[in-house]
């Protein structure tokens, strides 16, 4: 099960809306993101009602992080850019501001690697994290990412191009 002792990770429902929605318009998360716009309830709805499509035919997996305690929605991590012959998928993880720096991504993370590797027999995972984003770049370090590069001038930031930085973990090692 994908469980610990601090979170446990599920798969969307039809009542996750309205967290959803919180989650995806918080404009601090779009930086780190693609979102440059709100998004809508009626969006929100429709992958909603596509979410329980099969990971090998979409290719991405978005999993709910709950506090363990009480069952509260805090964040999701998602499994994309899934390649099937090479074994490897994306990681993105946001977790809601009031919710940060308790533990609850880097736990995700140590779940979702666990069964990224048991359950979807991925060889690795990789991520691309936002140069000046150090908080981000030291929990995937945490959770067993290594850097492999510099993307330059990946970024169009309105103070100008960033670059990004690159990480990967080897799950069969």
Request: contains cysteine.
């Amino acid at each position: 099960m994908l469980r610990d002792d601090l979170i446990f990770l599920r798969a969307l429902e039809a009542d996750d809306l309205d967290f959803l929605y919180a989650l995806e318009n918080d404009s601090s998360l779009w930086h780190v993101s693609d979102a440059v716009t709100p998004i809508s309830r009626y969006t929100l709805q429709k992958y909603l009602d596509n979410s329980a499509a099969d990971f090998h035919e979409v290719r991405q997996l978005r999993l709910v992080i709950c506090a363990a305690t009480d069952g509260r929605a805090v964040g999701t991590i998602d499994l994309f850019d899934f390649d099937p012959r090479h074994q490897r998928a994306g990681v993105g993880i946001a977790v809601l501001q009031n919710e940060r720096k308790s533990g609850f991504a880097r736990a995700a993370l140590k779940l979702l690697a666990i069964y990224a590797r048991q359950n979807l027999y991925l060889h690795q995972l990789f991520c691309t994290i936002g140069a000046g984003n150090i908080a981000s770049q030291r929990l995937f370090e945490q959770a067993g990412f290594q850097f492999v590069g510099v993307r330059k001038d990946w970024l169009r930031t309105a103070e100008g191009w960033q670059n990004v930085v690159e990480y990967q973990c080897l799950l069969d090692i």
